[in-house]
């Protein structure tokens, strides 16, 4: 099925696996509806719509699901000039991000992490997300190329796309592990463009899954390294 996507709160197209059970949402409801149950039970997810509840995990608000903040200020609103969004996004100005607080103790070694990200400039090298510890799972951009947008399971690279300033673009990672393989699917506005198979250990023992920044890669300043590679524009509907 072909789909023309375009990003409004009352128009979310978003694949969504968790433990195991692939769960196909496509669900023409407003954001709040999450915390009804209206797309067949994700795990986590954030509208960002209320600025006071910018973090607040809309299926299981508590300390230990809601995300927190990593770096700086995320702030909810909608940058100048921006089309096809109806309420807020969490909006990140190149040095804030948030953390989420899910793992492959909770997610399973299958699951998928979607959401749709807006880039606003491309002057300096941006992490959409990654894990914490490493590039286990990662979609960041590439060096030298701050609109060419990598893929990583198991810090192994699975491609890169290119995608254009200032238009929004979502994004689907999928991991599904069957035996010692954990295969990631990478599809950008619902269309399969990327896929590699990397052994479980790679994914789940050597490297591990232990959290993910939002809008930051992990950090190697302790170690004199590069820093956090913060995201500079909008992030938003973001779903496990």
């Not at 407003?30 to 795990?43: E, F, S, T």
């Not at 986590?44 to 299926?59: H, I, K, R």
């Not at 050597?206 to 956090?228: D, I, K, P, T």
């Amino acid at each position: 099925m072909k789909m023309k996507m375009i990003h409004t709160k009352a128009s979310m197209v978003v694949t969504v696996k968790a433990r195991g059970i692939l769960l196909g949402v496509v669900a023409g409801v407003l954001g709040a509806l999450v915390a009804r149950g209206d797309i067949n039970d994700p795990l986590a997810y954030w509208s960002f719509d209320d600025t006071e509840n910018l973090l607040v995990n809309q299926v299981t608000p508590s300390p230990y699901h809601n995300a927190s903040v990593l770096l700086g200020a995320p702030v909810a609103g909608v940058a100048d000039g921006t089309s096809g969004i109806v309420g807020n996004a969490l909006m990140l100005d190149g040095t804030a991000a948030i953390r989420l607080p899910y793992h492959q103790d909770n997610l399973g070694t299958s699951f998928t992490l979607a959401l749709w990200y807006w880039q606003q400039t491309n002057d300096t090298r941006q992490s959409v997300y990654q894990t914490r510890d490493n590039y286990t799972a990662t979609y960041e951009a590439e060096i030298g190329a701050h609109s060419r947008f990598a893929s990583y399971a198991g810090q192994d690279y699975v491609g890169a796309i290119t995608t254009e300033l200032r238009e929004w673009v979502h994004l689907t990672h999928t991991f599904s592990t069957v035996g010692n393989t954990t295969t990631l699917s990478v599809y950008t506005n619902g269309v399969f463009v990327l896929s590699k198979n990397v052994t479980s250990n790679a994914m789940f023992g050597v490297n591990q899954v232990r959290g993910f920044h939002v809008g930051a890669a992990r950090s190697e300043v302790a170690l004199g390294g590069w820093g956090w590679r913060c995201f500079k524009g909008m992030i938003d509907e973001l779903a496990l």
